[in-house]
Nanobody, 126 residues
Framework: QVQLVESGGGSVQAGGSLTLSCAAS????????IGWIRQAPGKEREFVAG????????YYTDSVKGRFTISRDNAKNTVYLQMNSLKPEDTAVYYC???????????????????WGQGTQVTVSS
């Protein structure tokens, strides 16, 4: 079983940038597909970005394409989410999540992930 811990959240003004990190322990992260999912107050969880275990394939929800970049360093057992040009509507708790998958597989449905971190708050002010 893998344990996930997010970090890097904070408060920024619109147009600013943040980089979230998801550090894994317990098992090698290279065995897992990783996704970033966010949840704003009063809203359902929303898939943001995902990356295959190989790192060869990524997938983004439309609202973050061109602004967010997901990457992974399996040697460091860490996945990153670089967030640029942040908007107030990006405000949410951001979770990283993991599930087993094949070389090119990316999961975009939050409920399909098996393991979750505790989340990190991102607040974007206008």
């Amino acid at each position: 079983q893998v344990q996930l811990v997010e970090s890097g959240g904070g408060s920024v003004q619109a147009g600013g940038s943040l980089t979230l990190s998801c550090a894994a322990s317990g098992r090698s992260l290279k065995d897992y597909v990783i996704g970033w999912i966010r949840q704003a107050p009063g809203k359902e969880r929303e898939f943001v970005a995902g990356i295959s275990w190989s790192g060869s394939r990524t997938y983004y929800t439309d609202s973050v394409k061109g602004r967010f970049t997901i990457s992974r360093d399996n040697a460091k057992n860490t996945v990153y989410l670089q967030m640029n040009s942040l908007k107030p509507e990006d405000t949410a708790v951001y979770y990283c999540a993991a599930k087993s998958g094949s070389y090119y597989y990316v999961e975009s449905v939050p409920s399909e992930y098996d393991y979750w971190g505790q989340g990190t708050q991102v607040t974007v002010s206008s």
